[in-house]
Nanobody
Framework: QVQPVESGGGLVQAGGSLRLSCAAS????????MGWFRRAPGKEREFVAS????????YYANSVKGRFSISRDNAKNTLYLQMNSLKPEDTALYYC?????????????????WGPGTQVTVSS
């Protein structure tokens, strides 16, 4: 099964920035909402942000609102997550996911194809 592939993770100090990318070649990218989730060690998978097909509507978890920005380039079949003012509690494996439809949902049930994830580690 074709799946999206994340990149851009790494180790950064608190207060720093990272930009994650999600390449979705082979998927009908522009027809579906997309989302970012994360899983910290010992915790459940957590919603981060989602975006509509055209990119004109976005939705964020309260924990990242004002610090993270989701965007997409449909011509490049690529999803992005700009992360600023990073905190140690942002440390997690970050996943992108393709929506089942056009709804920009905040739970995993709204998404059906997941990438393997990229690790983000924020040191204090």
């Amino acid at each position: 099964q074709v799946q999206p592939v994340e990149s851009g993770g790494g180790l950064v100090q608190a207060g720093g920035s990272l930009r994650l990318s999600c390449a979705a070649s082979g998927l009908p990218f522009s027809s579906y909402a997309m989302g970012w989730f994360r899983r910290a060690p010992g915790k459940e998978r957590e919603f981060v942000a989602s975006i509509s097909r055209s990119g004109d509507a976005t939705y964020y978890a309260n924990s990242v609102k004002g610090r993270f920005s989701i965007s997409r380039d449909n011509a490049k079949n690529t999803l992005y997550l700009q992360m600023n003012s990073l905190k140690p509690e942002d440390t997690a494996l970050y996943y992108c996911a393709k929506g089942r439809g056009v709804v920009i949902g905040a739970t995993p049930a709204f998404y059906d194809i997941w990438g393997p994830g990229t690790q983000v580690t924020v040191s204090s």
